[in-house]
């Protein structure tokens, strides 16, 4: 799970240092995307219930053994993908896709990753709410 909230806070940098209001490429879908993955309904639904839903549809739906397959899938929905090939200091996944999709403040990510010897791929999808540092909070009304 850490991994994950390295990837949530890194890109969340990302888009608080950016001065463009949308980042990460065209709006996700609400539901399917053109190549089948399920974003949820990720605009509307409490964190919790797309981050399960999004689960659940992974776990249905992709199996270890089918990287090649699900890394076609998820870069036609805008995922970017990574695979095991590479030279970090640490153990890597066999494939790991995530899509940030950033608007304003927030913050949307959802992360899919084939680990070696494991029956299913883990997933999670997470939102944040980046606050301007620009900006005085201190008035209620903001």
């Known amino acids: 799970m850490s991994r994950f909230a390295v990837g949530i806070a890194a890109a969340a940098l990302l888009a608080a240092c950016a001065s463009n209001s949308v980042q990460g490429g065209p ?24 981050d399960q839903g999004f689960r659940i549809f992974i776990m249905g739906r992709w199996n270890g053994g089918q990287e090649e397959e699900a890394r ?19 153990p890597v996944p066999i494939l790991e ?14 992360t899919v990753e084939f680990w070696p010897n494991e ?15 620009m900006k005085n909070y201190n008035d209620r009304g903001n």
Do not use: L
Not at 79 to 85: A, L
Not at 102 to 108: A, C, G, I, Q, R
């Open 27 to 50: 709006r996700p879908p609400q539901g399917p995307g053109p190549a089948g993955t399920n974003f949820g309904r990720w605009d509307i639904d409490a964190e919790g219930a797309v």
């Open 72 to 90: 076609k899938v998820f870069e036609a929905d805008g995922f970017k993908c990574r695979d095991g090939n590479r030279p970090e200091a640490r």
């Open 97 to 110: 896709c995530e899509r940030v999709y950033s608007v304003n403040d927030n913050v949307h990510a959802w």
């Open 119 to 133: 029956a299913e791929p883990k997933s999670h999808y997470a939102r944040m709410h980046m606050r301007d540092p």
